[in-house]
T-cell receptor, first 114, second 111 residues
Framework: DQQVKQNSPSLSVQEGRISILNCDYT??????FLWYKKYPAEGPTFLIS?????DKNEDGRFTVFLNKSAKHLSLHIVPSQPGDSAVYFC?????????????FGQGTRLTINP | NAGVTQTPKFQVLKTGQSMTLQCAQD?????MYWYRQDPGMGLRLIYY???????DKGEVPNGYNVSRLNKREFSLRLESAAPSQTSVYFC??????????FGNGTRLTVT
């Protein structure tokens, strides 16, 4: 049973336009959500996060939106740049004794076209 | 400052062989984790260690054992490798509910 789902395996966007990546979750106990970016042959790197007490968090070109009633979050990248081409994973956190047990979605491959 | 270092980067095993994946972090983090990534399935938690001296099962622990050797090192052992364990394995660390820092992975093939 997939608790975190990214239903779009891939997304192609023109350079300079907005990229919107979506993620849905099923477990209302999750209270912290993260986005990771992954290049080939590298580990995931942390991009941005949001607590369940907020509905928006912004960091430069990256904004994450959380809709708790719909159990949905999205990542907006604007303007999109060629270096943003990567696989993006959303993750939901269950916190245990100082550790974060992350449940990941399947990932969305974003391609930015010049 | 290397962050999270995993060895080896690549490994090929025959069914039934054993091996240990090594992970070390230099950020003085309390918590460490092992994930596996398979095509179309994202990353799944195998085991984690919330602090030195403790280990707990994650989502997919069967066929694996772990050892938290000290605060820096967290190893993952496959006692009898199976083709279903062909995957990319990532180690990560974190401190006080901060975002996880990942290593660059070990690509394991079991034939």
């Amino acid at each position: 049973d997939q608790q975190v789902k990214q239903n779009s395996p891939s997304l192609s966007v023109q350079e300079g336009r907005i990229s919107i990546l979506n993620c849905d979750y099923t477990n209302s106990m999750f209270d912290y959500f993260l986005w990771y970016k992954k290049y080939p042959a590298e580990g995931p790197t942390f991009l941005i996060s949001i607590s369940s007490i907020k509905d928006k968090n912004e960091d430069g070109r990256f904004t994450v939106f959380l809709n708790k009633s719909a159990k949905h979050l999205s990542l907006h990248i604007v303007p999109s740049q060629p270096g943003d081409s990567a696989v993006y994973f959303c993750a939901a956190s269950a916190r245990v004794r100082g550790a974060q047990k992350l449940v990941f979605g399947q990932g969305t491959r974003l391609t930015i076209n010049p | 400052n290397a962050g999270v270092t995993q060895t080896p980067k690549f490994q090929v095993l025959k069914t039934g062989q054993s091996m240990t994946l090594q992970c070390a972090q230099d950020m003085n983090h309390n918590s460490m984790y092992w994930y596996r990534q398979d095509p179309g399935m994202g990353l799944r938690l195998i085991y984690y260690s919330a602090s030195e001296g403790t280990t707990d099962k994650g989502e997919v622990p069967n066929g694996y054992n772990v050892s938290r050797l000290n605060k820096r090192e967290f190893s993952l052992r496959l006692e009898s490798a199976a083709p279903s364990q062909t995957s990319v394995y990532f180690c990560a660390s974190s401190e006080n509910y901060s975002p996880l820092h990942f290593g660059n992975g070990t690509r394991l093939t079991v034939t």
